[in-house]
């Protein structure tokens, strides 16, 4: 482009609008590299939430989770048909093999077959509460099956967290690896020149190689860990594990602040919370529906049909419409009744105890989130001045070294203090990552 540009200049003396033409021609190039650049620049990026989206809907045990709640919702629905009448038709028929020629006849003539067709239409009336138990537990099956359905979610999120921020984390101990293994190798070249100059013994350069090579050894894990950590980032959305994974978020990024919630809100907002409440509803009613059995049981029914006589003498079939009513009153069940009715409230009573042992642990959760939230912010901002003082001293401690001030042993031991520093702050950085993530999973956000 600077040729062109060299030959247009060159010539535009001989043009009265060479000028113009010139200055439109370079800022023409000018925008084209600009946007190339641009182009170059932008790399296809991986956000968080977005990869939360791609786990959720790629996730098998939330799609298992999902369809349990569709059956508990058919079940619910098959409870209600219970309230409505029950239409049944039969029909039954019988052939004599032996009066084979006896199919018709004049009327009071054996005939031989016979017929019948019968239909019942049955409506329980009152069946002592159980109907309405039964509904009420499978209201309660639905709803705790949309409970269980949210609180896998929530362990979907907190899971497709941790291993992003892993990788992330992996990506910036790579980073870190090549730097130290390109800082190493910059103290090497400086200290092979000067053995070779005979400026300095073999010592040092043998002990510069052993930290290389560490270096080396340390970037090699380092790059094993970060292909280990992109394989379950694309097995747990659904990809080939060795898929290419566009750029991730930095490790160190600054996260939104959380919203601190109190305890009680953080209740209302758990689904293993809304859980035990549901659970000691879904108990009350199989206690009603254990005790409805010792309850009077009304049901009515109205059939009719068809049939003729046995043995079938040729009269007219004629249609046969029946009203009725069944009750049936328990009288004595030497305490039955009473006793299921301990029975069940015992139970209501382990459920009772379950909500206060999930509030515990509820609290302890929630806890131990708040202080891993405080305390590692101060462990970053820690690591943070940490290194900042470990690259100091390695500068100082590899200058004193050239000038002949510092021994070998400083150089080495300022190096594994500044690799460590690094390894600690990337840590840090995982850590504050993963304490907010964990913060949201207990107030299920």
Known sequence: MKQFLFLYNKNSFHSPLSFGEGLGVRLFFLLILFFCTALQAQQPHLSREEYRDRVEKYSQILKQQHLKTIASREGRKIAFTGFLPQVDLSGEGTLNLKELKAWNGEPGEYRNHTYQGVFVVAQPLYTGGALQAQNRIAKADE????????????????????????????????????QYQEVVQQQYNIIQDRFEDGMISRTDLLMISTRRKEAELQYINARQNYTLALQKLNILMGEAPNAPVDSLCAIGVVCPPVTILSLDDVLQRRADYASTEVNIIKSEAQRKAAISQYNPQVNMFVTGGWATASPNLGFDVKFTPILGMNVNIPILRWGARFKANRQQKAYIGIQKL??????????????????????????????EENKELAEENLDLATFSYNEGKASMVDVLSAQLSWTQAHTSLIN????????????????SE
């Open 354 to 383: 379950q909500q206060s042992y999930v509030t515990d642990n509820i609290k302890e959760e929630l806890a131990a989130a708040l202080t891993k939230l405080e305390e590692t912010n101060y462990q970053v901002q820690t690591a």
């Open 428 to 443: 840090a950085y995982l850590a504050a990552k993963m304490a907010v993530s964990e913060y949201r999973k207990v107030i």
């Open 143 to 178: 709803q705790l099956s949309k409970l269980s359905e949210e609180l896998t979610l929530d362990q979907i999120h907190y899971q497709s967290d941790a291993i992003y921020w892993n990788a992330s984390s992996a990506r910036a101990l790579l980073d870190a690896a090549a």
